[in-house]
């Protein structure tokens, strides 16, 4: 009897799945694209569009450092790492201050971005939360771009990025959405 009590419950979801993975095998037009727009726009679109605008845009731009996704990436490996001239070499002086100032009211021993890096990836590391991230390219122009950002933990935000020397930069910009 408890058996076939759960049966239904059993059942029920997985008659969902067929029933969703054959309305979206249907055309293979329709699958097609919603497919490879999810999946391909946040790699490509940010890969072409660095590319094409700094060269007809403004110099001011990186070009060929793999773009402001590519740019975040490192930021966020170096400061889970932690690789503190790294992960500070892609901030802004004033996102610096500002996350030093926000640490270091509960942290008073946060006085410098090597400090706040090196802290931050302890904690990160102790509560075995992964820097596994869903990054979207929103906007690009050859001086700033925005990235809308979900961490698997749950969180998301805006990371506003502008050019800086040789890469992008995350700038003061920055906010924690949800």
Same mark, same amino acid.
């Given at each position: ?16 799945? =067929? +029933? ?8 293979? !037009? ?36 793999? #773009?402001? %996704? ?5 930021? +966020? ?11 500070? !070499? ?18 008073? #021993? ?15 590391? !102790?509560? #075995?939360?992964?820097? %596994?991230?869903?990054?979207? +390219? ?14 698997? !933990?749950?969180?998301? #935000? +805006? ?9 992008? =930069? ?9």
């Amino acid at each position: 009897m408890p058996f076939t009590a759960r049966r239904p419950w059993m059942i029920a979801p997985l008659l969902c799945a =067929v +029933l969703l993975s054959g309305c979206s095998q249907g055309d293979p !037009a329709d699958t097609a694209d919603p497919t490879s727009t999810p999946t391909a726009a946040p790699s490509t679109t940010p890969s072409a569009t660095p590319e094409a605008p700094p060269a007809e845009a403004e110099p001011a731009a990186p070009v060929g450092d793999g #773009g402001p %996704e590519a740019s975040f990436r490192t930021w +966020l490996a170096a400061s889970r790492a932690p690789d503190a001239a790294t992960a500070c !070499a892609y901030m802004t002086p004033e996102l610096t201050q500002r996350m030093i100032d926000e640490i270091g009211a509960v942290f008073p #021993g946060i006085t410098d971005c090597p400090s706040m890096i090196e802290t931050t990836a302890a904690f990160y590391a !102790a509560a #075995g939360q992964s820097s %596994e991230t869903l990054v979207e +390219l929103r906007e690009q122009t050859a001086d700033s771009a925005v990235l809308h950002v979900t961490y698997s !933990a749950g969180s998301c #935000g +805006l990371v506003v990025l502008q050019p800086g020397d040789g890469h992008w =930069v995350l700038d003061e910009r920055s906010d924690e959405a949800c």
